[in-house]
């Protein structure tokens, strides 16, 4: 996939948008993007670069919000990362793009608080069902 190329689609997707890149060793290329475009950005790696394999979503608790990542895989690694605040992380499920991403997205919704509007099911994962010490990694 060239990179030029994936950021001018998502660039026609998300007008007045900007989209920063890291390329990291061992082909891995991270590309920021508001989370107001994430929907936009999944559509256009499947539908303009058919890439479709999610391999997990990660997140970590950042100094003022939450990191979310969205990692790909096809030869080379691709991650969206997407910045949430920490008070109110709130962020569109991407599941009927990517129906795979249930599970993620309710292990970090059970592990750091991060509510995943129209998840379709978004009862605990790991935790017990009377848990209410909050988000653990948090």
Known sequence: MQLEALIEALSDACPGQTFATQTLPLDETILTVP????RQAIAVLTDDFDLHHLSTITGQEMEGGIELL?????????????????????IESVVDQIPGAGFYEREVAEMLGVTFQGHPDPRPLLLPEDWDEGPPLR
Do not use: E, M
């Not at 989370?35 to 994430?38: H, K, P, R, T």
């Not at 990692?71 to 008070?87: A, E, K, V, Y």
């Open 35 to 38: 989370s107001d475009c994430l």
């Open 70 to 90: 969205y990692h790909f895989w096809q030869g080379h690694g691709l991650t969206l990362r997407i910045s949430l605040p920490g008070d109110a992380p709130v």
